[in-house]
């Protein structure tokens, strides 16, 4: 049977890491292609890139980041953050990366999600979705609410019937991201995780809040996710990827442990 | 020289990457001259099984593949390269090469795991394969390796001989053939970490016997 995948995941501004990941001996890494070499040689299942730059010089730097990365790990790796049209995956693609995700351009424009997955095939195709616990009203009858530019701008979508619509369009897989979670290190949105898993059937990501390796067991097993995304507790040195994993699989969980 | 197929189904640079890594000269073509020239194949590719006939059809590229391989070139599927060696595929209902008999089928809808929870379909991300005999292009694998797979449709050979390597996904599917000059895998190497790359390392180095 499939593993459950361990993905860590790397914000990159104009070809750098935003924050640099700690490796032996406390070095600071802001490479964002060392630190996926990094990564894969910890065990990665998979490697997802956030660009945050905002400038065209910038994209043109991370797609030179995407085709050294391509060329030094052999695992399957995404790249998310304005992306706004076919061409804009198309480059991403053709520099070496096996999915793209779209967020806020597919919430303004769903189209894109139908686009990508005609010209490139759904298993291309990653939706990202930013999610916050809001009051239970008619439009958002989950109580999760779908927020775009990092949780400011709320859309008056539901969680639940984004990730249907999506999946409908041709999405391949979900990322889900809580917003409420991210950051605090605190354990990952289980409730959440487990509702669009039971929604949806394409493989779900669950992000946001990764704090000690029981978290990771628990949106896996009661969250049902498919995928774990981590961050903050692999780049500051807290755990590496195989110390995550060897806990999972003493728990019972199927990850894979050879490299 | 590896030569790299390509018949214009998705991006194929992953595969050259990888033979780059390893030191392998390859070149990514349609030209059956350069093909022809070359002393082993690779025959990638990522899309639908319809579109893939249609193209290697139009590049004269199917009828040159049966020989290059009945010649006895070395020659490795991967994936939809694999899928199209067979006979016939449920996807689009297509005609294929007919070099290793059997077909290709979808996963049924209904899938389910030993728990009864349905499936995801394609079926995406790492799982192992259980080898049935030893072969020199899988040699030197962890017992326990896992592969990275993205597929909905799974290879049926007809004949039990041609299956090599089986995985586990709601049903038992074959996810490696072999037989004489040829192997294929659903799976793939190129992306699936140290024991993917090992089997592209000892496919470069075989000299295209099956057996041991």
Redesign the interface.
């Given at each position: 049977?499939?593993?459950k995948?361990i993905i860590p995941c790397l914000d990159v501004r104009d070809g750098k890491l935003t924050k640099g990941i700690k490796f032996k001996g406390n070095i600071d890494i802001g490479d964002p292609v060392e630190a996926a070499r990094i990564y894969?040689e910890q065990g990665a299942?998979e490697i997802v890139f956030y660009d945050i730059t905002a400038s065209a010089d910038g994209r043109a730097i991370m797609l030179d980041v995407v085709r050294r990365v391509?060329?030094t790990i052999?695992?399957?790796f995404s790249v998310g953050g304005g992306i706004r049209s076919v061409q804009d995956m198309r480059a991403v693609?053709?520099a070496?990366a096996?999915k793209i995700s779209v967020n806020s351009e597919a919430v303004k424009h769903p189209e894109i999600i139908d686009e990508g997955a005609r010209a490139?095939?759904?298993?291309c195709v990653v939706l990202g979705m930013d999610v916050k616990r809001v009051t239970v009203r008619r439009e958002v009858p989950s109580g999760y609410e779908i927020v775009i530019h990092g949780g400011r701008i709320y859309t008056g979508r539901d969680a639940v019937a984004w990730a249907r619509e999506a999946e409908s369009r041709g999405a391949?897989?979900i990322c889900l991201n809580s917003i409420d979670a991210d950051g605090t290190q605190e354990g990952y949105e289980n409730e959440l995780t487990r509702m669009i898993s039971a929604t949806v059937?394409?493989?779900v990501i669950a992000s946001g809040g990764a704090g000690s390796p029981e978290h990771l067991f628990e949106v896996l097993t009661r969250g049902e996710a498919?995928?774990a995304l981590i961050a903050s507790i692999v780049h500051y040195r807290t755990h590496t990827i195989g110390e995550l994993k060897n806990y999972l699989h003493n728990r019972g969980v199927k990850v894979?442990?050879?490299? | 020289m590896i030569g790299i197929i390509d018949y214009k189904a998705?991006?194929l640079?992953?595969v050259a990457?990888?033979l780059?890594?390893l030191g392998q000269p390859c070149e990514v073509t349609d030209e059956a001259g350069v093909l022809d020239a070359c002393d082993r194949l690779v025959f990638p590719g990522?899309?639908a099984a319809g579109e893939a006939m249609s193209n290697l059809r139009r590049l004269g590229l199917d009828r040159r593949l049966r020989e290059w391989i009945a010649a006895g070139k070395p020659t490795l599927g991967i994936c939809l390269g694999t899928q199209v060696i067979f006979e016939f595929s449920e996807e689009n209902a297509t005609d294929c090469l007919g070099i290793v008999p059997g077909s290709v089928r979808r996963f049924p809808g209904d899938l389910k795991?030993r728990q009864g929870r349905?499936l995801?379909?394609?079926?995406?991300?790492?799982?192992g394969v259980e080898f049935s005999r030893s072969h020199p292009v899988f040699a030197g694998l962890?017992a326990?390796?896992?592969f990275?797979f993205?597929h909905s449709y799974y290879p049926a050979p007809a004949v039990v001989d041609y299956a090599l390597g089986w995985t586990?996904?709601g049903l038992r599917f074959c996810a490696a053939i072999a037989h004489k000059n040829l192997v294929a895998v659903q799976f793939h190497p190129?992306?699936?970490?140290?024991?993917?790359?090992k089997i592209l390392d000892n496919f470069c180095r075989w000299g295209g016997a099956d057996a041991q």
């Open positions: 049977m499939l593993s995948r894969y299942d391509a060329e052999f695992i399957p693609i053709l070496g096996e490139f095939g759904s298993q391949g897989e059937r394409i493989p498919d995928a894979r442990r050879k490299w | 998705g991006n640079t992953s990457r990888a780059h890594y990522v899309g795991d349905f995801k379909i394609p079926h995406m991300g790492w799982n962890p326990d390796a896992e990275y993205v586990d996904y190129e992306k699936s970490g140290g024991p993917g790359l």
